[in-house]
């Protein structure tokens, strides 16, 4: 029904940049937040940013500065701007999204996840 189909991901310097970028696509009527989450070997999933329809952020404290989160809602894509990466970023990026559908006579809000993209940044 739903899929989200992510790139960007790859293998990079400390120091270098990557864009991520995620497209939803399927039976949606809107999508409320999206966002980015990373998990590193051995640790849990943790959110590094995510933005509302209206376009409000937030950010991990660990990504702020460096990090900007964008979506372009005509085409239910997001995207995720890294700058200054650090080897401690290095983790499977995940999408997000809250998507909104119609379930026969109700709306009906679900999250979506992507496959993940991975994220290498050497020292």
């Known amino acids: 029904q739903v899929q989200l189909v992510e790139s960007g991901g ?13 497209a939803a696509s399927g039976s949606i009527l ?3 937040s999206m966002g980015w989450y990373r998990q ?16 409000s952020t937030n950010y991990a404290g660990s990504v702020k500065g ?4 964008s ?18 970023d290095t983790a499977v ?3 997000k ?16 996840w992507g496959q993940g993209t991975q994220v290498t940044v050497s020292s």
């Open 10 to 22: 790859g293998l990079v310097q400390a120091g270098g940049s990557l864009r991520l970028s995620c």
């Open 30 to 32: 809107s999508i409320n």
């Open 40 to 55: 590193a070997p051995g640790k849990q999933r943790d959110l590094v940013a995510d933005i509302t329809a209206g376009g």
């Open 66 to 69: 460096r990090f900007t989160i």
């Open 71 to 88: 979506r372009d809602n005509a085409k239910n894509t997001v995207y995720l701007q890294m700058n200054s990466l650090k080897p401690e």
């Open 93 to 95: 990026y995940y999408c």
């Open 97 to 112: 999204a809250d998507v909104v559908r119609i379930g026969g006579y109700r709306l009906i809000s679900d999250n979506y």
